[in-house]
Structures are given as C-alpha cells and as structure tokens.
C-alpha cells in the first residue's frame, strides 16, 4: 500500500490488517467497497484528503478543496477572578493541545499563535462554526476567554477586499417584510425572491460579517419559523462599515454578590443580565445600559437596616427576570475591548481591562 499526499509526495506503509463492520462487531474482511467503514493500520498518520492505494498503481484521487475561513477569533486563557473554579483544564498548555487536536477532523479550520503564549488565533467557516467548538469544550471541562469574531480581509491592487457570503432565507410569507427590513442595515444584495407553498424564499449576497448576530435575530423575529443556510460566495470590495451596538454596558464596581434590593434601583438603567444572589467581580458586564456610554454601577449593595418599617415598600421589589445569553447571543453582543469567559458551568461578559481606573486613562490616551 501507498499513501499519497496531496502535494504528491508518496509515503509508503505496510497494511498490518484490514477490519470491517458486522454490526458493532469488527471482522477481518478480504476487500472493500465504496460506502464501506473499515480500520486500517500501518500508517503513523493519515489526514483528511490522503489516499491510499495499491504501491503498483499509486493513483490519487483528486482532492476536493474546502471553502477558507471567513472569520477569526482569539482563544485566550480565562485571566478573570474567578479563573479556575469550574473548569479542569484551564491552562494555555492545554487549550493549545486541544485546539491542535482539533485540526485533525475540522478541516474548515486554522489555528495560529500569536504573540502572547497565553493567546490563541482561530478561523473557522462564521460564528456558528467557532461556537460549536466552544461549546464542545466547555462541555469537556475547558476554562477560557474568547474576543469578538471578526472577518478575514484581504488586499488586492491597493483595494480592499472581504468575505461575501450567498445567504438563503425561508419563511412564512407573514414575515417577509421583517426580512427585507433587516438585511438592508447588513449590506446586503437581493439576487432572487420567489415563493414555495405558504413560504417564499430569499436569495442575498451579504458581507461576511453581515452575518454575525443574524441567526438569533431571525429567530427572533420571525418566532422560530426562519430556516437560513449560506456558502461562501467571493471575496469583494469592501462594502464600509455596519450599525454595532447602540448601547453601552452595566459594569460591576467590586465583587461580590448581588441584591435584590440593588437589582431593583439598577432596573430602570437598563437591561439586567445576572438577578439577586449572583456573584460578580469588578469589570464582569452585568446588564445593558439604556444610554450609549457605559455606566459603572454597585449590584451589590444591600439595604441599610433601620428600626423603622415602612409601610408596604419591604415587600415592593419586583425583578424583571434576568435576560440569560447563550454563547452564540454573547458572541455577538461583545465590542472589541469585551470578552466573554466561558466555563463548563458559566458564560459571563467582561471588559478586557477589569480595572476602571486603567479603562479612563486608556480611553482619554
């Protein structure tokens, strides 16, 4: 046997056994074909896109290349207070190994160091792609902190140039306007709209990071119903910049635990993200501020106890229930000075520079 690699150079290996699948039993098998799910052994290392073959006729069957990264994130080590509690591994060591590891299956992705040891440069195929893999770490016990995804941009004749994505969008034909009115803000072109039965379907071409945040919001909006699917179409002129986030955060003061009674001064400000009994630490985003600047506010601050009792207001505190992010909802609420730490146990939001006094003097620097 041979094994051919992609660039044409040949390795040679001699097959010790070749396995097959009765069930779940593994049997000796004397030939296979096309379909069939077999082990091999004789080889240190085959990778997606080799071929083995007969050493007398070491033919290669042509390789299928896969579509690029389009958006890049950084994996870094969870330097927040509460860094080492939840998780099992929460080194950069292994979070290194990890993401290698990765690279044997995933062939979307590329990971890159940088110039911290601690930090880690991933590119996948969009958000959703690089949130799996986060998810399927913290769900193996990983501690980490990850930035806000950004696309890959290229450079051509001094001009430019970033990821174009070809967008298909069904849904019901009540929501088609819903549709329309969101993808004009992302910069996106209709190529087609026709309808099918009771829905009707959208073809876009949209930038790349276009797409960021755009799942959830469907959902949202069109109450589950959007079915969305995208391929990487071209790299293109760049298209200038799109809407972010129009409100700044709620940030913690100190750590510690917060209070309802806190909670319930703190709710006209904005949107809360933790309710009563959460623990905190100075930095870690803790809500959505109604205005566009971020606001630095105490959520744990209790109730000063007198000997007098006012009537009805001990018992008038009531709680919007907090609004709890999924990762993919994190992932895409964070500007670039914010991170999110994820843990086996926890998602939480942080600036990257935890201390106030150091964000005010970076920021009038």
Do not use: W
């Amino acid at each position: 046997m041979a094994l051919i690699k992609r660039g044409g150079e040949i390795t040679t290996g001699r097959v010790s056994k070749l396995l097959g699948y009765e069930g779940l039993k593994q049997v000796e098998i004397p030939e296979s074909l096309t379909g069939d799910i077999i082990t091999v052994a004789g080889f240190d290392e085959v990778g997606i896109g080799d071929t083995l073959a007969a050493a007398d006729n070491p033919v290669a069957i042509p390789y299928v290349s896969i579509d690029e990264p389009t958006i890049s994130m950084n994996f870094m080590l969870n330097t927040s207070p509460f860094a080492g509690r939840e998780g099992k591994f929460v080194t950069a060591r292994t979070i290194r190994e990890r993401l290698l590891k990765e690279l044997r299956t995933n062939v979307s992705l590329t990971v890159e160091d940088t110039d911290s040891p601690d930090t880690f440069k991933v590119s996948g195929r969009g958000e959703l792609h690089l949130s799996i893999l986060i998810e399927n770490m913290r769900r193996e016990g990983f501690e980490l902190a990850v930035s806000k995804p950004e696309v890959i941009l290229r450079e051509k004749d001094g001009k430019k140039l970033e990821p174009m994505e070809y967008l298909v969008v069904d849904v019901p034909l009540e929501y088609q306007g819903t549709i329309i009115e969101k993808m004009g803000p992302r910069k996106a072109d209709m190529v087609s709209l026709h309808p099918i039965a009771e829905t009707v379907r959208f073809e876009f071409i949209i930038p790349a990071r276009g797409l960021i945040g755009l799942r959830s919001e469907f959902m949202t909006e069109t109450r589950g119903t959007a079915v969305m699917t995208h391929i990487f179409h071209e790299y293109a002129p760049y298209r200038g910049d799109l809407p972010g986030r129009k409100n700044g955060v709620l940030l913690a003061l100190e750590h510690g635990q917060t209070t309802a009674y806190s909670l319930d001064a703190l709710q006209p400000r904005g949107i809360l993200f933790v309710g009563p009994g959460f623990e905190v630490y100075a930095g870690m985003i803790v809500g959505q501020h109604a205005m566009e600047n971020d606001l630095v506010v105490n959520p744990c601050k209790g109730k000063k106890l007198t000997n007098m009792r006012a009537s009805g207001s001990d018992d008038a505190i009531k709680l919007t229930p907090a609004r709890v992010l999924t990762l993919e909802q994190a992932l895409e609420f964070i500007e670039d000075d914010e991170l999110v730490e994820v843990t086996p146990q926890s998602i939480r939001l942080r600036k990257k520079e935890l201390d106030a006094s150091k964000r005010k003097r970076a920021a009038r620097g």
